[in-house]
T-cell receptor, first 110, second 114 residues
Framework: SQQGEEDPQALSIQEGENATMNCSYK?????LQWYRQNSGRGLVHLIL?????REKHSGRLRVTLDTSKKSSSLLITASRAADTASYFC??????????FGGGTRVLVKP | SAVISQKPSRDICQRGTSLTIQCQVD?????MFWYRQQPGQSLTLIAT?????????ESGFVIDKFPISRPNLTFSTLTVSNMSPEDSSIYLC???????????FGSGTRLTVV
């Protein structure tokens, strides 16, 4: 069963705007990861935030983690058409098992 | 990070047949993971494959339907057996990044069963 719920399920923005998506989960975690998937192909790892971290940046990506609320957000700043993809959060607990959220489909219009 | 070669990239198969998906990793890894992504859905872990032992299957997945081989530390196969249209999905393999900073995924196998 899925650990995470993501919202929104779909997001449509103009190029240059920011995109924010949220992920909630249910149980304790070691870390939370965000992945991108283009057109039903393989997943690309974007960023990992550990349970003792609150915020992390990587290029135009900013991830926050609130373990008290069991939630995370992914912000993509100054979006580009190439950011059009599905984005998934995944939680990792003990045992090297990733549990994925439902995903957010992002459409960036030129 | 590791590079995974997964094949086939897609296939259309008749119901009742079987398809074997291969993943080759460019480095030795202890565990390989197999996922299913049903149309429009998220990823669900099928099983974890360790070299030299039987794969560990998640709830809802059984060895008779999804036999897995792991003959060495760089290679694994997943077979989808006795296929039905409900098996139409994307199947992906994955390994943990050596720096423990995430996972690398194969490019996926898009399976359509007719």
């Amino acid at each position: 069963s899925q650990q995470g719920e993501e919202d929104p399920q779909a997001l449509s923005i103009q190029e240059g705007e920011n995109a924010t998506m949220n992920c909630s989960y249910k149980t304790s975690i070691n870390n939370l990861q965000w992945y991108r998937q283009n057109s039903g192909r393989g997943l690309v790892h974007l960023i990992l935030i550990r349970s003792n971290e609150r915020e992390k940046h990587s290029g135009r990506l900013r991830v926050t983690l609130d373990t008290s609320k069991k939630s995370s957000s992914l912000l993509i700043t100054a979006s580009r058409a190439a950011d059009t993809a599905s984005y998934f959060c995944a939680t990792e607990a003990a045992g090297n098992k990733l549990t994925f959220g439902g995903g957010t489909r992002v459409l960036v219009k030129p | 990070s590791a590079v995974i070669s997964q094949k086939p990239s897609r296939d259309i198969c008749q119901r009742g047949t079987s398809l074997t998906i291969q993943c080759q990793v460019d480095s030795q890894v202890t565990m390989m993971f197999w996922y299913r992504q049903q149309p429009g859905q998220s990823l669900t872990l099928i099983a974890t494959a360790n070299q030299g032992s039987e794969a560990t299957y998640e709830s809802g997945f059984v060895i008779d339907k999804f036999p897995i081989s792991r003959p060495n530390l760089t290679f694994s196969t997943l077979t989808v057996s006795n296929m039905s249209p409900e098996d139409s999905s994307i199947y992906l393999c994955s390994v943990e990044d050596i720096r423990r900073a995430g996972y690398t995924f194969g490019s996926g196998t898009r399976l359509t069963v007719v």
